[in-house]
């Protein structure tokens, strides 16, 4: 049974950073594209940043210089490092497998003072 599981949420005050980690479990997703999603409750999910297989990244303009997502194949696990958090990132974080419909749980981050 594959399984994605987000960790690492939590609050921070504006400016502050957070790690986010995504392990898989259940198959090898190294050969995949992986990606970071965020959802605000009554708006839909949008893209925070993806990576391929050969560790190429993209980013939502809105994150990008500030978020670098990663990827740690041996592990199975995929990273979002967030810095300079701004209170508009305030969201509920999801990991996926691109191309397919395995999701995390989701994790949430809150950015207030």
């Known amino acids: 049974q594959v399984r994605l599981v987000e960790s690492g949420g939590g609050l921070v005050q504006p400016g502050g950073s957070l790690r986010l980690a995504c392990t898989v479990s259940g198959s090898d997703f190294s050969g995949y594209t992986m990606g970071w999603y965020r959802q605000i409750p009554g708006n839909r999910r949008t893209t925070v940043a993806r990576?391929?297989?050969?560790?190429?990244?993209e980013y939502a303009d809105s994150v990008q210089g500030r978020f670098a997502i990663s990827r740690e194949n041996a592990k199975n696990t995929v990273y979002l490092q967030m810095n300079s958090l701004k209170p508009e990132d305030t969201a509920v974080y999801y990991c996926k497998v691109d191309f397919t419909n395995y999701w995390g749980q989701g994790t949430q981050v809150t950015v207030s003072s």
């Open positions: 990576i391929d297989s050969g560790g190429i990244a």
